[in-house]
């Protein structure tokens, strides 16, 4: 199952931090997540100015569901001035804030995906502390620090469905890599629940499968 063509264009043509093999495994996975829990919805937690978004909107669209896009655009600890992975024109001049929620807004609509992309503008612990609706696919890529990526592994997992999938990004096992978080506060403790199975990796992206409830 590949992405069709003209949205590839769109999600290639987005500012953000998704490989291109990396982001037709995770449109792969997301629709192959939907046999396994069909009709349920997928979520985003980092959606950044929406390059992963679209392969992911593009897959529920294929599955015939949406996707939910978690971001409150204010950028991650590595994307604030001074750190490796800023960019000055994701400022916001009036409060010296990152807001990349206008150029989220702007890839969502050029890709056409705002029928199946409904944007969560929030923090992610305080919407997954109140979020009830259970999800087919999970892809987790928002904060990497410990404490973040924790919370989004712990608040967030219960919710996909038995059958449903799990995609994390930025996991590197050999620390010469990349941070740890995502890999010791994320992937680590999923496998080690029992609830969930590998089931593929690329890049940095790894796909795991929930296989049981407890
Ligand atoms: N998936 C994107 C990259 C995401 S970068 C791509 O394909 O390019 C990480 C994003 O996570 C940033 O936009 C940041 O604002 C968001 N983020 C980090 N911590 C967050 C939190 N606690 N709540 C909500 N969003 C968060
Ligand atoms: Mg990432």
Redesign the pocket.
Known sequence: MTIPEALRAHALAAK???PPDEGDALYEAAVAASCGAPGLAML??????G??TVWLGAAARAAGTVLFA???????EE?QPGWEWHDPSDVDPRIGKMD?LPMFRATVHDAGLEDVVVAVV????TVARVWSTPLSFLFI???HGVE?ARLDYELWTPHIAVGGTLAI?DVFPNPADGGRPPYEQIFLPAIASGRFVETSATGSLRVLRRVAEH
């Open positions: 953000g931090f998704m985003e937690v980092g959606s950044y100015c390059r992963s978690v971001d409150h655009h204010r950028g991650s994307n990349t929030g923090q992610s612990p890529d928002g904060g973040p990004h």
